[in-house]
């Protein structure tokens, strides 16, 4: 809306041209939602005390867990109404996929929201079934894979592209844009929310991945820019830095409230939303592999859990003390910061091997 508003009085007023730089408004974007969440934080989190929507903690856990009982939670409400407002004041709202972002992110907030209040006020230990739960963020994956696929523009919209490959361009078709599209979303959105069980474990990573995926964005849609580094130019994909920089200022708002020790935690109601931003944004960006690179930790706590699936029920026994991995560490003898700091370093670390791609092709 600010953007909307600096450009139309720009003739009159030269001064607010500069709201037309990308950079510009993605920072203002990383600011707005950090300043949104730290000035709603205090009063949802009081809200959500008041109506005693606390954690329900598993009783097989770490033992240090049972002092979390309790603790206030689907506070990801916190992290949407950032992300949307930043969002909304900054970005070009002609951009077919700001809303598509948007409207995507809030339909998986929408199954979180959901499954958390089955479980935290209705009280049904189940929560939603895992079949519906699935089924819905099914239907949001492939309404979102189907609008990317009829509202594409150029053939690099829905190729495949390699890093380190940069003669490699695969077209995929209808079918194979839309499935790889498809597990990207239902993918990342489950992964974040498998990883989401420590204080501020996810929301680092993912907010670390968003800004990542934002200088792709920022990249893709700079055909100068694209053609230099060998990746996929994308027209539009410039204005996904302002919706990522949302992420990244809303999620280090929610990580002063969700530091160790936590006062609120995101619940499904953020962590689904976020993961399927984050795979909708990769695919956007032409940048799956690259994603899966980034997200590292969310692909290793998610294959965590399928292996120690599988090992229990073909060989009736498990390869984790607890799985997600990093229950494992924690009955290990890591204490939880610890946990969540070493996670947070190998993120780094693997963001920074996914931006090295930009150059190394």
């Not at 930043?86 to 929408?110: G, K, M, Q, Y």
């Not at 939603?128 to 696929?149: C, D, E, H």
């Not at 993961?275 to 944004?281: I, K, Q, V, Y």
């Not at 706590?301 to 229950?327: C, D, N, W």
Request: aromatic share 10%; with cysteine.
């Amino acid at each position: 809306m600010l953007y909307w508003l600096a450009k139309h009085f720009a003739s009159q007023y030269s001064v607010l041209n500069v709201f037309s730089y990308l950079t510009l408004r993605g920072i203002l974007s990383v600011v707005s939602a950090l300043l949104i969440s730290l000035a709603v934080g205090p009063a949802m989190i009081r809200r959500l005390s008041r109506d005693q929507i606390g954690q329900i903690v598993r009783d097989d856990g770490p033992q240090s867990h049972l002092s979390k009982k309790g603790t206030p939670t689907m506070g990801g409400g916190l992290i949407l109404v950032a992300i949307c407002v930043a969002t909304l004041l900054w970005a070009d709202l002609s951009n077919r996929f700001v809303w598509l972002i948007l409207a995507t992110t809030l339909a998986c907030a929408a199954i979180g929201f959901l499954d958390d209040y089955l479980k935290l006020v209705v009280k049904s230990p189940r929560g939603l079934p895992a079949r519906w739960k699935y089924l819905l963020q099914s239907i949001v994956g492939l309404a979102a894979a189907l609008v990317l696929w009829y509202t594409a523009r150029v053939p690099g919209d829905t190729t495949l592209f390699l890093p380190f490959l940069k003669g490699f361009a695969l077209p995929l078709g209808g079918v194979g844009f839309v499935v790889l599209s498809y597990l990207m979303i239902v993918g990342m959105s489950n992964a974040v929310n498998l990883t989401d069980g420590l204080d501020g474990l996810a929301i680092m990573p993912a907010a670390m991945v968003a800004g990542a995926l934002g200088i792709f964005a920022y990249a893709s849609g700079n055909a100068i820019f694209a053609s230099y580094l060998s990746i996929p130019a994308i027209p539009g994909a410039g204005e996904v830095l302002i919706v990522s920089g949302a992420i990244v200022g809303a999620g280090l708002g929610f990580l002063w409230f969700n530091a160790y020790p936590a006062q609120v935690f995101m619940g499904d109601i953020g962590a689904l939303a976020l993961g399927g931003a984050l795979g909708l944004m990769a695919v956007i960006v032409r940048q799956e592999l690259v994603a899966l690179v980034m997200g590292g930790v969310f692909v290793m706590e998610t294959a965590s859990v399928i292996l120690q699936v599988a090992s229990y029920k073909l060989r009736g026994k498990r390869l984790f003390r607890m799985a997600p991995i990093h229950h494992h560490f924690e009955l290990k003898g890591w204490a939880e910061p610890k946990v969540i700091v070493r996670f947070w370093i190998i993120s780094l670390l693997l963001v920074l091997a996914g931006l090295a791609t930009l150059k190394v092709r």
